[in-house]
């Protein structure tokens, strides 16, 4: 029970976070959206968008090559599109004419001519669709494999600030939008613009007048463009948010489904995800309503010249001052010259999305590490022995400017190479902050930890963790077979020294009478084993990557008497010639430690051996072991 109510306090928290205000992302930090302020871009829009470019461009770089063939083959296309309605013309003009006269060859010449054009059109155009789509489907992959290395490099401390569904939403719905945003690009884009500029060119060589009429239009399209502009940017930014928001809900719901069931927290969920999902709703209706006046208002443009043509080209038709056939060309090329404007304001639509999801993804592509990799890393001594100090370390999760106290005040602490500790305390007394910053998932404020005399600032990433491992209280176990979740920390372990690893933690014993014994599936999380087994795997996991300091934050605490019984004893052979830090509440796993440190407010109150600590009769420790022998009673 204990388990579940820690799970519903995390889910009610985040369930409760999510009860607020949308939050939203700036400067590479989330921040909360003032209740009576919409969820708006600040004076720092500009900023974002040159990285937003700057993301797609480098994404773009490496496609130049690819790129270019394509401008030719989207040319090619053009251009024999475009000579549909001025063979269409010479067919009205000269073609029935010399067809009147009994010579067919001019008109079955043109329609020769008009039948090549469409054919050659129509395999440029599924060139140039299968050649853009392989691009585009490259870029994504690229970002998503950015994306996701990114976020694995990023510390401990962003990923306890930034929610998990919060990442999914980058990775996929954000990605999924700009999937879009290239279809829009490669396949409308591009055509459309050169449409444009090359009809235009085409209506002023084929009549002055009528194409004034038609160049005229682009002062009311240009209005429209801008009102459009201004408003779908906010609109889709707002849209993004809620889409993240959703997705967190989702996720964090999820995560905490046995605490949610446990507690009956369905109705409020439900609450909270109804909230949520109608704001996503209302801000998709909000784009809806601003595109269902822009494409129409595109459309009206494009009719009101096209009539306003075909009245003025009529009457000088009927004057005699304009040939028939010319006048249908430049109604067909004006046909053509609109309907782009509707591929343009389509690609503005999927633009402003993508660009709003482009934005995130930069942002977060943006973080920085707190805890960098060192430029010039220095290497550990070989074998390392695993000494490790704190020299004046000073730490706390929160800024002294922000109204944190720091957790660890100028603490001092040398370790000796292959001493097994046991860090005691009441909760919040610094116990697991140490054991971060060992493993360096945190960096100091000030002072300095060494290990083996190098600072860990200086030791290469790769190098750290091979020399420090964190057994932590949830035993996290991957999907797939026992072998692989124990083979993790050493993929290129052998059968032979898996199974030995499980043997020497005592883990073999279930693991054998398992259905598929090692080659068993632990399933999502480990979810086939108890919380006892999978905390021995996780042991069998440390012990095979053989590291020269071992941290056990509260590793035993899941386990049942009988087994941790069985761990113990193991953890003597696996302790044995390395360091080791022991952060435990049971007196029972502290009592194999050579040394017992209790700590209050990031301070050391009491040092020494177990039995000197008990045999001096007065302190905490003595105290906790005390009450501990009376429980046994």
Same mark, same amino acid.
């Not at 475009?82 to 043109?110: E, R």
């Not at 990775?171 to 939008?177: A, E, F, I, P």
């Not at 396949?187 to 235009?200: F, H, M, Q, R, Y």
């Given at each position: 029970?204990?388990?579940?109510?820690?799970?519903?306090?995390?889910?009610?928290?985040?369930?409760?976070?999510?009860?607020?205000? !949308?939050?939203?992302?700036?400067?590479?930090?989330?921040?909360?959206?003032?209740?009576?302020?919409?969820?708006?871009?600040?004076?720092?829009?500009?900023?974002?968008?040159?990285?937003?470019?700057?993301?797609?461009?480098?994404?773009?770089?490496?496609?130049?090559?690819?790129?270019?063939?394509?401008?030719?083959?989207?040319?090619?296309?053009?251009?024999?599109?475009?000579?549909?309605?001025?063979?269409?013309?010479?067919?009205?003009?000269?073609?029935?004419?010399?067809?009147?006269?009994?010579?067919?060859?001019?008109?079955?010449?043109?329609?020769?001519?008009?039948?090549?054009?469409?054919?050659?059109?129509?395999?440029?155009?599924?060139?140039?669709?299968?050649?853009?789509?392989?691009?585009?489907?490259?870029?994504?992959?690229?970002?998503?494999?950015?994306?996701?290395?990114?976020?694995?490099?990023?510390?401990?401390?962003?990923?306890?600030?930034?929610?998990?569904?919060?990442?999914?939403?980058?990775?996929?719905?954000?990605?999924?939008?700009?999937?879009?945003?290239?279809?829009?690009?490669?396949?409308?884009?591009?055509?459309?613009?050169?449409?444009?500029?090359?009809?235009?060119?085409?209506?002023?060589?084929?009549?002055? &007048?009528?194409?004034?009429?038609?160049?005229?239009?682009?002062? &009311?399209?240009?209005?429209?463009?801008?009102?459009?502009?201004?408003?779908?940017?906010?609109?889709?930014?707002?849209?993004?948010?809620?889409?993240?928001?959703?997705?967190?809900?989702?996720?964090?719901?999820?995560?905490?489904?046995?605490?949610?069931?446990?507690?009956?927290?369905?109705?409020?969920?439900?609450?909270?995800?109804?909230?949520?999902?109608?704001?996503?709703?209302?801000?998709?209706?909000?784009?809806?309503?601003?595109?269902?006046?822009?494409?129409?208002?595109?459309?009206?443009?494009?009719?009101?010249?096209?009539?306003?043509?075909?009245?003025?080209?009529?009457?000088?038709?009927?004057?005699?001052?304009?040939?028939?056939?010319?006048?249908?060309?430049?109604?067909?090329?004006?046909?053509?010259?609109?309907?782009?404007?509707?591929?343009?304001?389509?690609?503005?639509?999927?633009?402003?999305?993508?660009?709003?999801?482009?934005?995130?993804?930069?942002?977060?592509?943006?973080?920085?590490?707190?805890?960098?990799?060192?430029?010039?890393?220095?290497?550990?001594?070989?074998?390392?022995?695993?000494?490790?100090?704190?020299?004046?370390?000073?730490?706390?999760?929160?800024?002294?400017?922000?109204?944190?106290?720091?957790?660890?005040?100028?603490?001092?602490?040398?370790?000796?190479?292959?001493?097994?500790?046991?860090?005691?305390?009441?909760?919040?007394?610094?116990?697991?902050?140490?054991?971060?910053?060992?493993?360096?998932?945190?960096?100091?404020?000030?002072?300095?930890?060494?290990?083996?005399?190098?600072?860990?600032?200086? !030791?290469?990433?790769?190098?750290?963790?091979?020399?420090?491992?964190?057994?932590?209280?949830?035993?996290?176990?991957?999907?797939?077979?026992?072998?692989?979740?124990?083979?993790?920390?050493?993929?290129?372990?052998?059968?032979?020294?898996?199974?030995?690893?499980?043997?020497?933690?005592?883990?073999?014993?279930?693991?054998?009478?398992?259905?598929?014994?090692?080659?068993?599936?632990?399933?999502?999380?480990?979810?086939?084993?108890?919380?006892?087994?999978?905390?021995?795997?996780?042991?069998?996991?440390?012990?095979?990557?053989?590291?020269?300091?071992?941290?056990?934050?509260?590793?035993?605490?899941?386990?049942?008497?009988?087994?941790?019984?069985?761990?113990?004893?193991?953890?003597?052979?696996?302790?044995?010639?390395?360091?080791?830090?022991?952060?435990?509440?049971?007196?029972?796993?502290?009592?194999?430690?050579?040394?017992?440190?209790?700590?209050?407010?990031?301070?050391?109150?009491?040092?020494?051996?177990?039995?000197?600590?008990?045999?001096?009769?007065?302190?905490?420790?003595?105290?906790?072991?005390?009450?501990?022998?009376?429980?046994?009673?």
């Amino acid at each position: 029970m204990a388990d579940a109510t820690a799970t519903a306090d995390t889910t009610a928290t985040a369930n409760d976070d999510l009860a607020a205000p !949308v939050a939203y992302e700036w400067k590479g930090k989330l921040e909360q959206a003032p209740d009576d302020e919409p969820v708006t871009p600040s004076a720092g829009l500009p900023t974002l968008r040159r990285e937003a470019r700057a993301l797609l461009g480098s994404l773009l770089r490496p496609h130049r090559r690819q790129l270019i063939p394509l401008i030719f083959v989207v040319i090619g296309q053009n251009v024999t599109m475009l000579a549909g309605p001025w063979l269409v013309g010479l067919v009205i003009d000269n073609g029935i004419k010399d067809a009147l006269a009994g010579d067919d060859s001019t008109i079955v010449l043109l329609s020769s001519a008009l039948l090549l054009s469409a054919l050659v059109s129509g395999v440029l155009n599924r060139i140039f669709l299968l050649r853009a789509g392989r691009i585009g489907q490259q870029v994504l992959f690229d970002l998503r494999r950015q994306l996701f290395d990114h976020v694995q490099k990023l510390s401990v401390s962003f990923h306890e600030r930034f929610t998990s569904g919060r990442v999914i939403s980058r990775l996929t719905s954000d990605v999924d939008t700009l999937n879009e945003m290239l279809q829009a690009a490669m396949d409308g884009l591009i055509t459309a613009v050169l449409n444009i500029i090359t009809i235009t060119v085409v209506l002023l060589v084929l009549d002055l &007048p009528l194409a004034a009429i038609a160049v005229a239009a682009f002062g &009311p399209l240009w209005l429209l463009y801008r009102w459009f502009a201004r408003r779908s940017s906010v609109v889709f930014r707002r849209t993004r948010e809620a889409i993240a928001a959703v997705i967190v809900q989702f996720v964090e719901t999820l995560n905490g489904i046995r605490a949610v069931q446990a507690f009956r927290r369905e109705p409020r969920n439900a609450a909270l995800f109804a909230r949520l999902n109608g704001d996503y709703r209302k801000a998709n209706a909000d784009a809806f309503r601003l595109h269902a006046i822009f494409i129409p208002g595109v459309t009206l443009v494009g009719n009101l010249a096209t009539v306003t043509v075909l009245v003025v080209g009529g009457m000088r038709v009927a004057d005699g001052g304009l040939e028939l056939g010319v006048l249908t060309a430049f109604l067909l090329y004006l046909n053509q010259f609109f309907s782009p404007m509707q591929d343009i304001a389509m690609f503005l639509n999927s633009l402003q999305s993508s660009t709003a999801a482009l934005e995130k993804i930069a942002l977060v592509l943006n973080e920085e590490p707190s805890v960098p990799e060192p430029t010039e890393p220095v290497a550990l001594p070989q074998p390392p022995r695993g000494t490790v100090d704190l020299d004046a370390v000073e730490f706390g999760y929160v800024a002294e400017s922000e109204g944190g106290r720091p957790v660890l005040p100028e603490l001092d602490l040398h370790v000796p190479g292959g001493q097994t500790v046991a860090l005691v305390g009441a909760t919040g007394a610094g116990k697991t902050t140490i054991a971060k910053l060992i493993s360096r998932l945190y960096d100091p404020r000030s002072g300095t930890v060494r290990l083996d005399g190098v600072d860990l600032r200086q !030791v290469s990433e790769a190098e750290l963790r091979r020399a420090v491992v964190m057994v932590t209280q949830d035993g996290f176990l991957f999907s797939g077979s026992v072998a692989d979740n124990i083979a993790f920390g050493r993929p290129e372990a052998t059968r032979e020294e898996v199974e030995a690893a499980a043997a020497a933690v005592g883990a073999d014993t279930f693991i054998r009478a398992l259905p598929e014994g090692f080659d068993t599936d632990v399933r999502k999380r480990g979810g086939r084993l108890s919380a006892g087994q999978r905390q021995l795997v996780a042991f069998s996991r440390a012990f095979l990557a053989d590291p020269a300091v071992l941290i056990l934050d509260e590793a035993t605490s899941s386990l049942d008497v009988p087994t941790e019984r069985t761990v113990q004893q193991a953890l003597r052979t696996v302790l044995q010639d390395r360091t080791a830090l022991i952060i435990a509440h049971r007196l029972s796993t502290v009592e194999i430690a050579d040394r017992v440190l209790v700590l209050a407010d990031g301070r050391i109150i009491e040092d020494g051996t177990p039995s000197e600590l008990v045999s001096a009769g007065t302190g905490q420790f003595a105290a906790l072991h005390g009450s501990w022998a009376d429980s046994l009673v």
